[in-house]
């Protein structure tokens, strides 16, 4: 197995290139990989200023990395999410990956600032975990972009990522997330009320969509960082990964198939899902709460606040998913004033 | 396990629509599926002939049985494919049920009246077979209902099928498929030249849409209608059934996933696909050998004829398709006027 560049000893081969690699010539594989679609999708501008959104994981590293590789002035952020070990292994590897480049890493912990964590709020909420967590990371991000005054937020969403999540949309044809579903976002200005004339959103933009994760890994064992491995233990059995399963049972066949499906979307379908062009922005207003856009009176971050903040912290392994069991029993909230008992909860709530 | 409707025994639990039927409800559970799905797409109108298009496997019985049942003048139609002995169990099959009804069964076999079989021109146009088995069946079906006087041709193709068409369809977001994907296909009439103001494309109509083939077998079980339970040999390892795999995969933990998929296209996305109302029948002309319509000159089934038609037969166990070999050594063509040494060939061709 030889490189396709330099014909040395190739160390992974990418079925659907139809090419094997060097280690340095992965390595510049994937950083063009993110050249090129920061080029294609108009991205980033030279001198911007990113927040590139870190989990720990291989994703959020490897992009960070690559971004400072490429000169970008990438700073970090990082979400404490309260899932036990595996949220106290995700911040280990982010700080340590902060340290070892010297830059800044932003930490919110959700337990301390906001008084709750994800275990507790997928308890609480009788959700799916993922339905708090994300929503509890945009809003966070979002803000901390706009507040640190950056230009652009990057996150590592990576092929596989993006195929899955089309693919969930097109099994329920949600044509108003097919519309929304690009590898940019664009940043919205306030229209009117509070905000009004102001950055609402930050521009959004996932420079890892011509890679999937195997590359990322790689990348990441090649330049020597550590990233937490483990897959996120209250993901387990949700939706997202078995869509993945399925379309990588159609990846295997058909090398280069989640590229086709993707980027052929994106050339061919996108379009016609987009919204009007009446502007949408028109129904945003700011949150009474936090000042945060929302098409409502308090924004969905403030009222998951309000249903969750102040219960006592419940435990992962009583909220993992159970195949078949959706529903179960809501923890009760502790009276206003009272302490709380979990040893997670070292702070009263930021709002 | 009850019954939905009478409480009494049931024999089948349909997940997607959480409920269990008797075979006597079942049946009509079939039934009102399939007058749904005529109703809702203005599939057929009382009185029309029809010419269903049959193979011998469970949907297409299953369907001109239905059809019977519910008062439909419905005659049927077989190609023989010349796949050894999974065409010889077929036809027999749809023989077999032709005069158990006491219904027209009109035949064509490709050997005898075309000069060639599915498994020759497999090897020959070196594709697979499913490209020139489903270009002559389409071609001839249609062909045998404009000539014999039909209102409209019905075919087999369930919930499953249509379902895994799309998936493949939205994963090469072929948009010029996407928006013909419709359970009727309008009748088209000649717009200049030879077939000006006639009909040169039958109205296609799929009424089993509502039913996944565990249901149209089920349904043929409980008939006592005799039909062929193997796949086609050639099929195997073939990109539809592929499809099939992986969104069995979801539907098994998501029930109804596969309907929502099917139905949520039709209802909020097939249009968007659309072609412009210019009408592409403009394009369309007669075919200088059959009169058939055609965007070239010679339309795609004589083409396939002039290819294929006089080889030698091929056997189908030469032919299967293999893993990983996509491309085989194709056979010699014998000199005009020499006879046919392969024992299925028995009479010139008809063009």
């Given at each position: 197995?030889?490189?396709a560049?330099?014909?040395?000893?190739?160390v992974?081969?990418?079925?659907?290139?139809n090419?094997?690699f060097?280690?340095?010539h992965?390595?510049?594989?994937?950083r063009?990989?993110?050249?090129?679609?920061?080029?294609?999708h108009?991205?980033?501008?030279?001198?911007?200023?990113?927040?590139?959104?870190?989990?720990?994981?291989k994703?959020?590293?490897?992009?960070?990395?690559?971004?400072?590789?490429?000169?970008?002035d990438?700073?970090?952020?990082?979400i404490?999410?309260g899932?036990?070990?595996?949220?106290?292994?995700?911040?280990?590897?982010a700080?340590?990956f902060?340290?070892r480049r010297?830059r800044t890493?932003?930490?919110?912990?959700l337990?301390?600032?906001?008084?709750?964590?994800?275990?507790?709020a997928?308890?609480?909420t009788?959700?799916?975990?993922?339905?708090?967590?994300?929503l509890?990371?945009?809003?966070?991000i979002?803000?901390?972009?706009?507040?640190?005054?950056?230009?652009v937020?990057?996150?590592?969403?990576?092929?596989?990522?993006e195929?899955?999540v089309?693919?969930?949309?097109?099994?329920h044809?949600?044509t108003?997330y097919?519309?929304r579903?690009r590898?940019?976002?664009?940043?919205?200005?306030?229209?009117?009320?509070?905000?009004?004339?102001?950055?609402?959103?930050?521009?959004k933009v996932?420079?890892?969509v011509?890679?999937?994760?195997?590359?990322?890994?790689?990348?990441?064992?090649?330049?020597?960082?550590?990233?937490?491995?483990?897959?996120?233990?209250m993901?387990?059995?949700?939706?997202?990964?078995?869509?993945?399963?399925?379309l990588?049972?159609?990846?295997?066949?058909s090398?280069?198939?989640?590229?086709?499906?993707?980027?052929g979307?994106?050339?061919?379908?996108?379009?016609?899902?987009?919204p009007?062009?009446?502007?949408?922005?028109?129904d945003?207003?700011?949150?009474?709460r936090?000042?945060s856009?929302?098409?409502?009176?308090?924004?969905?971050?403030?009222?998951?606040?309000?249903?969750?903040?102040?219960?006592?912290p419940?435990p992962?392994e009583?909220?993992r998913?159970?195949?078949?069991?959706?529903?179960?029993?809501?923890?009760?909230?502790?009276?206003?004033?009272?302490?709380?008992?979990?040893?997670?909860?070292?702070?009263?709530s930021?709002?």
């Amino acid at each position: 197995m030889k490189c396709a560049v330099c014909r040395g000893p190739a160390v992974i081969d990418l079925r659907r290139h139809n090419a094997n690699f060097c280690a340095d010539h992965f390595l510049k594989f994937c950083r063009d990989q993110v050249v090129r679609a920061i080029d294609e999708h108009d991205m980033i501008e030279p001198g911007e200023r990113v927040l590139v959104a870190v989990s720990g994981g291989k994703d959020s590293l490897a992009l960070w990395d690559i971004l400072l590789e490429l000169g970008y002035d990438a700073e970090g952020m990082t979400i404490e999410l309260g899932i036990g070990d595996y949220s106290a292994a995700s911040t280990d590897a982010a700080v340590a990956f902060a340290e070892r480049r010297g830059r800044t890493l932003g930490r919110i912990d959700l337990r301390r600032d906001y008084d709750y964590d994800i275990p507790t709020a997928a308890a609480v909420t009788r959700r799916v975990p993922c339905s708090s967590c994300g929503l509890s990371k945009r809003h966070l991000i979002d803000r901390a972009a706009l507040d640190g005054g950056y230009d652009v937020v990057a996150t590592g969403h990576n092929l596989d990522d993006e195929a899955a999540v089309l693919f969930g949309n097109v099994l329920h044809w949600h044509t108003d997330y097919l519309g929304r579903q690009r590898p940019v976002l664009a940043e919205r200005i306030g229209a009117r009320g509070a905000g009004a004339g102001t950055r609402v959103f930050p521009r959004k933009v996932k420079p890892l969509v011509r890679l999937n994760e195997r590359e990322t890994a790689a990348y990441c064992v090649l330049r020597r960082i550590d990233y937490v491995v483990e897959e996120c233990p209250m993901a387990e059995g949700n939706r997202h990964l078995r869509y993945k399963e399925a379309l990588n049972a159609v990846e295997a066949a058909s090398p280069g198939a989640k590229q086709a499906f993707y980027f052929g979307f994106l050339a061919r379908a996108v379009d016609r899902f987009a919204p009007g062009a009446d502007g949408a922005d028109d129904d945003l207003r700011a949150c009474a709460r936090c000042g945060s856009p929302t098409t409502g009176d308090v924004c969905a971050f403030c009222r998951l606040i309000d249903q969750v903040g102040g219960h006592d912290p419940v435990p992962v392994e009583l909220v993992r998913p159970r195949r078949g069991s959706r529903r179960r029993r809501a923890p009760t909230k502790r009276p206003s004033g009272q302490a709380a008992t979990g040893a997670r909860n070292s702070a009263g709530s930021a709002t």
